[in-house]
Nanobody
Framework: QVQFVESGGGLVQPGGSLRLSCVAS????????VGWYRQAPGKQRELVAT???????NYADSVKGRFTGSRDNAKNTVYLQMNSLKPEDTGVYYC?????????WGQGTQVTVSS
């Protein structure tokens, strides 16, 4: 099984940037598609970025062109570079496999976009 630990969140002004990191435990990390998910206040968790085993990516329309996902299988780590942040990007960001595994959710990292 894989466990994830997210980091890199914080408070940023609209238009700013953040880079999130997510470290996975377990030697079989490289065998999974990995997703970045976010949960905005009062909303359900949603998938915002997909990173395939080979590093190809796909994005939700709401973040396309602003977010870039990547992975380093040697470091068991995935990243999410977030640019041109908007207040509606506020939420807790998580990573997990695709489809997500219930016991693999970490604590997430809070991203707050506000002036």
């Amino acid at each position: 099984q894989v466990q994830f630990v997210e980091s890199g969140g914080g408070l940023v002004q609209p238009g700013g940037s953040l880079r999130l990191s997510c470290v996975a435990s377990g030697s079989i990390f490289s065998m999974y598609y990995v997703g970045w998910y976010r949960q905005a206040p009062g909303k359900q968790r949603e998938l915002v970025a997909t990173i395939t085993i080979g590093g190809s990516t796909n994005y939700a329309d709401s973040v396309k062109g602003r977010f870039t996902g990547s992975r380093d299988n040697a470091k068991n780590t995935v990243y999410l570079q977030m640019n041109s942040l908007k207040p509606e990007d506020t939420g807790v960001y998580y990573c997990n496999t695709i489809p997500p595994v219930a016991h693999s959710w970490g604590q997430g990292t809070q991203v707050t976009v506000s002036s």
